[in-house]
């Protein structure tokens, strides 16, 4: 059997990339691709387009589709203006990302989605985020956005014991934490699975079923050192595997029925 072929839409380096001496290269970040290998998994780095025909395209040759961290997601996409302390926004990456997110939902493909990756999901949904913690939440008392290294953990999140989530990393995981925003309201047909002790969303499911799994943390980053983490990753790759399965005997049906 073929092993579970995973779509990582690639991040953009906005600095000049000295290498090649162009800005804008699209990159996919080691340490998930080696958890994604460690799972037993195929990654496959997907540069953005805007073309809906080559998503649909890109979709088909995938069994799941993991979001990545990065830059702030442009506020207009969750119909809001842009304040004084949202970052550093890109349009095409964002618009590329809810297309594919929309396809893979559609498609029935196994969704992963780590910090700014939850947040999109969550978006894709018809969910908003705040756009900063520390200015707009006045009960949040943790340091979301850690001095540490990214690769040490520095604080725990509580896990619901009744979630997904809870079966594959236990109720109190060891987290980092690289954001400064954090999700509002919630998108359709997700549930909340964790929360940092100061009460921010720190993980989203699929309200039934376990298509979508999303973290606020990066378990990439940790996912060599902790268990949890690559557990993380390793329940990616089954749920694509098993998203493999299911088309492969929704074509063999289809395939009979024409027959």
Not at 137 to 161: E, N, R
Not at 168 to 187: C, D, E, I, K
Request: aromatic share 6%.
């Amino acid at each position: 059997m073929m092993k579970p072929r995973i779509l990582i839409p690639a991040d953009i380096n906005m600095e000049a990339a000295h290498y090649i001496n162009f800005k804008r290269a699209d990159f996919v970040p080691r340490p998930v691709v080696d958890a994604i290998q460690r799972a037993g998994g195929l990654p496959m780095a997907i540069p953005y387009t805007l073309d809906e025909d080559d998503v649909a395209n890109y979709m088909t040759m995938g069994d799941g589709v993991v979001f990545l961290g990065g830059f702030d997601i442009t506020p207009s996409l969750y119909n809001e203006t842009k304040n004084s302390h949202t970052g550093l926004t890109v349009y095409n990456r964002d618009a590329f990302e809810l297309m594919m997110f929309k396809a893979a939902l559609k498609m029935n493909k196994a969704i992963f989605g780590m910090c700014r990756g939850m947040q999109l999901i969550n978006i894709g949904l018809g969910g908003d985020l705040y756009q900063d913690i520390d200015t707009q939440i006045s009960t949040a008392y943790i340091q979301h956005a850690q001095a540490l290294a990214g690769d040490l953990p520095a604080h725990d999140v509580q896990v619901k014991a009744d979630s997904h989530l809870a079966a594959v990393v236990g109720q109190h995981p060891y987290v980092n934490s690289r954001h400064h925003q954090a999700v509002r309201t919630l998108g359709q047909g997700l549930k909340i699975s964790a929360k940092a002790p100061d009460g921010i969303i720190e993980a989203i499911e699929s309200s039934q079923g376990n298509q979508i799994v999303a973290v606020q943390w990066h378990p990439e980053n940790l996912a060599a050192q902790q268990k949890e983490d690559q557990a993380l990753f390793d329940d990616f790759v089954k749920r694509a595997q098993h998203s493999q399965l299911a088309a492969k005997v929704k074509d063999a049906t289809k395939s009979s029925k024409t027959a």
